[in-house]
């Protein structure tokens, strides 16, 4: 199951001995560092990730009150935990940029032509596999698009280790060196130009590495799980592979300096639109997923509506199954209507290719629907035209000031 953003073909393999590991996207690629290929730990089963005796990620649904009493968390509060780590790093910026860390210097042989080169590549890669998100990227500043390109590569390459052509080969403990790559990106150990341009990039932004390990642990679950028995275990999915796209944006797209809403309430609106884009993916996707055995919907839903995995593997468009996905609709509608709360609240210059990307995914919903809730057989997609007449209305939105401005305006 891709993550929210455009298909990129890009081709990562796993060579058998572990090196070289995803050096390279296409040819010309040049070697900024090597790699430190680590032995490293993984509970498969909801276990906490240890390494040199520090604890990366607790996936334990079960906490103790202030009480000392036993209780269970939801994956929405586990969730909620990384959305406030982010928007304190934000906070703590805004404060004093005197207070921030200072991150190592990226260390590049040459001259700086080559991290230039770096993010020529990444707005290549953009320009070529998400066109309509590239051309929102354009009315940012300079540095925030060179850096919203680095992330979106980052997600892409990423994604294709289980997505792409060469995803059956893939395993756990490749995708444990791709996690032990990315905190050399974090500490200024760029293995290729790619990822030097996500160091430069991580080393100028308030950006924290959380939501990258927890896109990894999705890429994870999907080695191991095919199934969600409800919501709650789908949503912590969901925030994986998608959810953690809207934190990493939200430090590079920037908070409008004349916005009052807390920046708590702004990751919260882009982990809402993350979260929005998947379960459109899923609801698109049922038929594709189906024929690879997977069904990505909350198992207890469908049997309170009377159907079960057979009803999909068989692609049968019944009253059951049209009731069914009015409701799944109808949820992914909700989190888009949270999400539209924040992007206001982005710096100007980046609402546009937001707004783009909002409009024009929860339109797949409406062609599902127009589709009479076929999406065993026939893929709901937003046509040319569609795609032309959203462009316009995205960049109108993009223009409306944040709520205070708006508030504060005599014409408001």
Known sequence: MSVALAQVNVSPCEVSNGTGFLESVREGNRIFGS????????????GSRTKN????????AIVAT???EMTTMTSEQKVYDVVLKQAALVKRQLRSTDELEVKPDIPIPGNLDLLSEAYDRCSEVCAEYAKTFYLG???MTPERRKAIWAIYVWCRRTDELVDGPNASHITPQALDR????????FNGRPFDMLDAALSDTVSNFPVDIQPFRD????????????RYRNFDELYLYCYYVAGTVGLMSVP???????SKATAESVYNAALALGIANQLT???RDVGEDARRGRVYLPQDELAQAGLSDEDIFAGRVTDKWRIFMKKQIQRARKFFDEAEKGVTELSGASRWPVWASLLLYRKILDEIEANDYNNFTRRAYVSKPKKFISLPIAYAKSLVPPTSARTLSPLS
């Open 66 to 68: 202030p009480a000392g």
């Open 35 to 46: 790699s430190r290929h680590r032995n490293s730990r993984f509970s498969c089963l909801g």
């Open 252 to 258: 590079i797209m920037g908070i409008d300096p004349e």
């Open 215 to 226: 896109m990894i642990e999705g890429m994870r679950m999907d080695l191991r799980k095919s």
């Open 53 to 60: 005796g520090r604890i990366f990620s607790v996936r334990s």
């Open 137 to 139: 990227t354009l009315l």
């Open 178 to 185: 791709w996690e032990d790559r990315l905190e050399d990106v």
């Open 281 to 283: 993916n899923i609801l």
